[in-house]
């Protein structure tokens, strides 16, 4: 269990698989819920905050990106504007 041995800071989300639009995998990891039994034996949950960093923070850690100006900069972006109206 990468997740015991690791920690949540050190794991990285990563797909071979071509996303076009990644929504459909996210939205199933973000619903994905340990089995009990691993949870007791390991002692480890799949919170939201370890979900968050495992899809991106980590690796927004790891490249020294301000996850905050980003999203800034996406609000003020025409092109965001109309991706975060779609995806409303």
């Known amino acids: 269990n990468l997740l015991y041995w690791l ?14 639009s990644p929504r459909w995998i996210i939205e199933r990891f973000i619903a994905f819920e340990l089995p009990p039994d691993i949870r007791d034996e390991f002692g480890v949950d ?3 905050e370890t979900k968050r960093k495992i899809l991106g923070e980590n690796a927004a850690r790891l ?5 905050a100006a980003q999203r800034e900069k996406l609000r003020r972006d025409p092109i965001g504007q109309r991706l975060a109206a779609m995806a409303a």
């Open 46 to 48: 799949l919170t939201l």
């Open 63 to 67: 490249y020294g990106i301000d996850i």
């Open 7 to 20: 920690g949540p800071d050190r794991i990285l989300f990563g797909s071979d698989y071509a996303l076009w």
